[in-house]
């Protein structure tokens, strides 16, 4: 039997969440878990996504694996034209694109966001005016797709039944 204090926490839960899908954007690409070789360090990756702002600022974030510290090696700013006008589902707001090719480690100083056979957290976040928030990584390519098979449908309702697999930290693994 759930307790009226219970009721409640899910309840503040849920509107957080909600409040949240409402406002944030998303990382399209790389999908979370994406696999790369280890043969160079300070390779370049390409990163894309969707702004909930039209030229939101996007902030990416590697976690240093030595201190635990966020350090931020990449900022770009999304597209001032929606790429998906408000309404793409039933009650979103319009999207606009981003997209910058960065590198999570440019010098052996920075070895420590990502060591050869180990995984690298990223966040990847958009500036709300006041705060960062974070935005939603994509587990797999199905959770984007089922996204986009929505067109027209609630948008909360979507997010609910498309993404099991994201969050908000990208995980980069490294292999040999």
Known sequence: MF???DTLRALSALVVTMATIASAGCDTKPFDGTVYSSENPDRT?????????????????AKNQSTG?????ALTVASNESSLAAGYWND?????????DAQLVS??????RWQPNTTAEVLIQEWDGNSWENLYVYGD???LACMLSRNGGP?????FDCTQNGGPVLHLVDVD
């Open 3 to 5: 307790k009226k204090s």
């Open 45 to 61: 990756i390409g990163f894309e996504g969707y702004s909930t702002r039209p030229s939101g600022i996007i902030r990416l974030q």
């Open 69 to 73: 510290q966020w350090e931020t090696f």
């Open 155 to 159: 948008y909360a309702a979507s997010y």
């Open 141 to 143: 390519s199905s959770e």
């Open 92 to 100: 979103s707001p319009a999207l606009y694109a981003w997209s910058i």
């Open 107 to 112: 010098d052996a100083s920075e070895l420590d």
